[in-house]
C-alpha cells in the first residue's frame, strides 16, 4: 500500500508569511502526527490528531497549528513565520494512534524561511 | 517532562567489531522505548520497540529500569548498519506524543 505522502516536499517563504503542509496518511490510519527537525533540536513532536481531533500538543507558540479531515488527511499551517521555523516538517501516520502502534514517516516537507 | 539523552552523536566502528548505540532516558510514568533508523536518503522507521522483544537485523535492546537506559547493541557491524539512530520514548498505552532523542551517526568502516 501507499505509504506516508507529504506536499509540498520543498517549500521557501519569507518571514511573515504563512504556509500550510499537507500530509495524507496511508490509508485506514487514523492518527497523525507532525514533528519539526532541526539540527540543533533535533526531532520535536508539535502536535498529534485523531478522527479530527488535536489530542496532544508538544511546546511550540500559537503560531503553529494544524487540522484534520474526515479523511484523515492533515494540514499544519504555521503563521507570522520566523527565520527559526526553517525546519524538515514531518508526518508520521498510525493505525490508532497510541504508543502501541507503529508509526510510519513521510518524507517531509523542507521549509526555508528567508 | 519525559527526556531522551543519547550521548554520542557520531560512532564509528570496523566492520566486525561489536556496536553499541547508547540511550538513557528520564520519565515518571511507564514509559515504551523505541528505537528509530534512518538510512541515507530514506524515510525515519521503526527498527525496534522493548515491549516487542524482539531482535531485528542483529539489533536487540534491552530496557533498564532501574538505570533507565535503553542501549542498542549489535554483536558484530555491518556496513549496511551505517545510519542515523533515534532513540524515543511515550507513555505505555498512551496516546503518541513520542520524545525523540538527538541521534547518532554510526559509520561502520569497511
Same mark, same amino acid.
Given at each position: 500500500? @501507499?505509504?506516508v %505522502?507529504? %506536499?509540498? $516536499? ?12 499537507s #500530509?495524507?496518511?496511508?490509508s +485506514?490510519? $487514523?492518527? *497523525?502526527s ?12 508539535? !502536535? ?6 488535536? $489530542? ?5 507558540? +500559537?503560531? !503553529?497549528?494544524? $487540522?484534520q ?8 499551517n504555521v503563521?507570522?513565520?520566523?527565520? +527559526? ?5 514531518? #508526518? @508520521?501516520?498510525?493505525?490508532? +494512534? ?13 521549509? %526555508? *524561511?528567508? | ?5 543519547? &550521548? ?5 566502528? /570496523?566492520?566486525?567489531? &561489536?556496536?553499541?548505540?547508547?540511550? =538513557? ?8 522505548? /523505541? ?17 516487542s ?5 542483529? /539489533?536487540?535492546?534491552d530496557? =533498564? ?6 542501549h ?27 520524545? /525523540? ?10
Amino acid at each position: 500500500k @501507499a505509504g506516508v %505522502t507529504q %506536499t509540498p $516536499r520543498y517549500l521557501i517563504k519569507t518571514r511573515g508569511q504563512q504556509v500550510t503542509l499537507s #500530509c495524507s496518511p496511508i490509508s +485506514g490510519h $487514523r492518527s *497523525v502526527s507532525w514533528y519539526q527537525q532541526t539540527p540543533g533540536q533535533g526531532l520535536q513532536f508539535l !502536535f498529534e490528531y485523531f478522527s479530527e481531533t488535536q $489530542r496532544n500538543k508538544g511546546n511550540f507558540p +500559537g503560531r !503553529f497549528s494544524g $487540522r484534520q479531515f474526515s479523511n484523515s488527511r492533515s494540514e499544519m499551517n504555521v503563521s507570522t513565520l520566523e527565520l +527559526g521555523d526553517s525546519a524538515l516538517y514531518l #508526518c @508520521a501516520s498510525s493505525l490508532a +494512534g497510541n504508543s502501541y502502534n507503529e508509526q510510519f514517516f513521510g518524507p517531509g516537507t523542507r521549509l %526555508t *524561511v528567508l | 517532562a519525559q527526556r531522551v539523552t543519547q &550521548p554520542e552523536k557520531l560512532l564509528s566502528v /570496523f566492520k566486525g567489531a &561489536p556496536v553499541e548505540l547508547k540511550c =538513557n532516558y528520564s520519565y515518571s510514568g511507564s514509559p515504551e522505548l /523505541f528505537w528509530y533508523v534512518q538510512y541515507s536518503r530514506q524515510r525515519l522507521q521503526l527498527l525496534l520497540r522493548h515491549i516487542s522483544r524482539e531482535s531485528i537485523k542483529g /539489533f536487540t535492546a534491552d530496557l =533498564n529500569k532501574g538505570e533507565t537506559s535503553f542501549h542498542l547493541k549489535k554483536p558484530f557491524a555491518q556496513e549496511e548498519d551505517s545510519a542515523m539512530y533515534y532513540c524515543a520514548l511515550s507513555e505505555s498505552g498512551g496516546y503518541q506524543k513520542v520524545t /525523540f532523542g538527538t541521534g547518532t551517526k554510526l559509520q561502520v568502516i569497511p
